[in-house]
């Protein structure tokens, strides 16, 4: 077991609204919703290993051209990436045989039966299994796909001393567990003086 990094489980899923059932989509991981566009299409999010949002974008699906965009996207997702998908609105109209194809790349078993205006929802990985996964055609309410995934909290003890004397020192990066985990790969030694 490494020290500088604890494993948990957290939920995470998608809850999905065509236009006729609530026109609406949702992401969420550890009771906190990550993103909740208001496009219509599918959107989706891929997640770091600790469970928090690393891209976000939406496709416009309803035409062909952003179904393209959609397949573009994941088939370039890394192998093992966690991937959650849901349509909002009507996503289907131009949701070509290519996209469809690179949903199945993420464990989509259901793609096929995305209708006019339908809700669809789901937990993924791309070169791996659907962990969830849900598809209701218009006016039957809401799709959720609904899953647990063990995630790391990383403690970065073991990274080099970020060079903070530089004209524009490393800032970028996000939260995890409290701690900022820095794109660059160093950290920053801070601490408080005594008063």
Known sequence: CDPASAADVVDV?????????????VFFAGGKVLF???????????LRPDASRLESETFDTFVSEGADKLQAFLEGLES????????????????????????????A???????????????GVKDGEALSES??????????AYAQTTVVKQVETGKPLCDARVAEPPVKGYMSSGNLILDAGCRY???????
Do not use: F, Q
Request: aromatic letters at 6%.
């Open 80 to 107: 093992g990436t966690m991937v959650l998908l849901g349509a909002m609105d009507e996503a289907s109209s131009g949701l070509t045989p290519g996209a469809k194809a690179a949903l199945r790349s993420c464990g």
């Open 36 to 46: 909740a566009p208001m496009a219509r299409g599918i959107s989706g999010i891929t």
């Open 189 to 195: 030694s801070l601490w408080e003086r005594e008063a």
């Open 109 to 123: 078993k259901l793609s096929d039966k995305i209708g006019w205006r339908s809700s669809y929802a789901l937990v």
């Open 135 to 144: 598809v209701r055609s218009e006016g039957e309410g809401y799709a959720v």
């Open 13 to 25: 899923g998608v809850h999905s609204a065509g236009y006729s059932d609530g026109n609406e989509v």
